[in-house]
């Protein structure tokens, strides 16, 4: 079985994960999906791995990316996540270092979702509580998509549910799956919503690449995409 491993871990809005060591600072599924991708070996380049993503994500964040590398830009947009995440969850961030800061974060936000799904917190560590969230979340999800959760591993199931939901997206835009690999899959989701997004906002798509229509997208169009929902804002509660 193959491990997955996610990166600043699962909050994912679609699925409703909650991570077990981590918080997420992203607001989509896509993101999660690559790092799934990286840690599987794939090696396949993202929408959301990209330059023109990352910057976007600076912007927002007024954080200005002239001059650095993407190592630099990318350190300081996790930073700068987590902060406004505390910040709106009334985290004290005077002071801490980023780890600390991230962890309050990822054990005030498990709380909010053991709240909402009645889960007792009382007496229970950090880690058992994320880990019954968590579990609960996936069952849920599972459920929702017909999947059978008797007897597997919480891995097992976060896995099974991830790639289930990437084909039934696929379906649902008319993508055929049968003998593909879930990257694969994946992959062409992205790129007939680029392509998508990109006509309903009127660009001209005639001899362009889909990172070429995601970057137009996120550095011309970025205000009229998410207004609409429309990739990669399409996920964004």
Do not use: C
Request: aromatic share 6%; glycine share 4%.
């Amino acid at each position: 079985m193959r491990k997955i491993l996610f990166i600043l871990a699962v909050m994912m809005l679609s699925l409703g994960i909650v991570a077990l060591n981590s918080v997420s600072a992203d607001s989509n599924d896509e993101v999660k999906s690559e790092e799934k991708a990286d840690n599987e070996g794939h090696g396949k380049a993202g929408f959301f791995k990209s330059e023109a993503f990352l910057k976007y994500q600076a912007e927002e964040l007024d954080i200005d990316a002239e001059g650095k590398d993407a190592e630099t830009l990318k350190k300081e947009v996790k930073e700068a996540k987590i902060e406004q995440m505390a910040e709106e969850m009334n985290v004290e961030t005077e002071g801490k270092e980023f780890k600390e800061l991230a962890k309050e974060v990822h054990r005030q936000k498990v709380k909010e979702k053991a709240d909402e799904m009645d889960i007792e917190a009382e007496g229970k560590e950090p880690e058992e509580l994320a880990k019954e969230v968590k579990e609960e979340q996936l069952k849920k999800r599972a459920n929702e998509l017909a999947i059978s959760t008797e007897g597997k591993e919480l891995e097992t199931l976060q896995e099974e549910v991830f790639e289930t939901a990437t084909k039934f997206e696929a379906t649902v835009l008319g993508i055929d799956t049968e003998g593909k690999e879930w990257i694969d899959i994946h992959q062409e989701v992205q790129e007939v919503k680029v392509k998508q997004a990109a006509e309903q906002l009127r660009i001209n798509t005639k001899d362009k690449d889909p990172e070429q229509l995601f970057d137009e997208i996120l550095t011309d169009h970025a205000d009229q995409a998410k207004k609409q929902k429309l990739f990669p804002f399409d996920k964004i509660k």
